[in-house]
């Protein structure tokens, strides 16, 4: 079993940038595929970004390409979020895919066994 904490939101202006953290409690799965996903209100959750650290690569939705980078040392993964805009705004989650084996992280909410409870970001215009 392992537990994901996210960190990081706030309330922020357009134009604005934001860190995100995500901590396993555990070592034992760090390199398997570790993804960010949005949920706004009403809407159904959406994939933003993965990584493997594993292999090194990372995938980002069209969305967020070119605005949102991801990182990861250890058991933390971040998502650095530049030019936020007001359609950015949603509670952010982060999760692990137990079962990777491969290092192809998927975007679909089911390719992802472990959740956190999510960090929330609201972006003013």
């Known amino acids: 079993q392992v537990h994901l904490e996210e960190s990081g939101g706030d309330s922020v202006q357009a134009g604005g940038s934001l860190r995100l953290s995500c901590v396993a409690s555990s070592s034992r799965l760090s390199a398997n595929c570790r993804g960010w996903f949005r949920q706004a209100p009403g809407k159904e959750r959406e994939w933003l970004a993965s990584?493997?650290?594993?292999?090194?690569s990372t995938f980002y939705a069209n969305a967020v390409k070119g605005r949102f980078t991801l990182g990861n040392a250890g058991k933390t993964v971040t998502l650095q979020m530049n030019s936020l805009q007001p359609e950015d705004t949603g509670m952010y989650y982060c999760?692990?895919?137990?079962?990777?084996?491969?290092?192809?992280?998927?975007?679909?909410?089911?390719?992802?066994?472990?959740w956190g409870q999510g960090t929330q970001v609201t972006v003013s215009a």
């Open positions: 999760a692990l895919d137990g079962r990777d084996e491969d290092g192809q992280c998927g975007p679909g909410i089911y390719d992802y066994n472990y």
């Open positions: 990584i493997s650290p594993g292999t090194g």
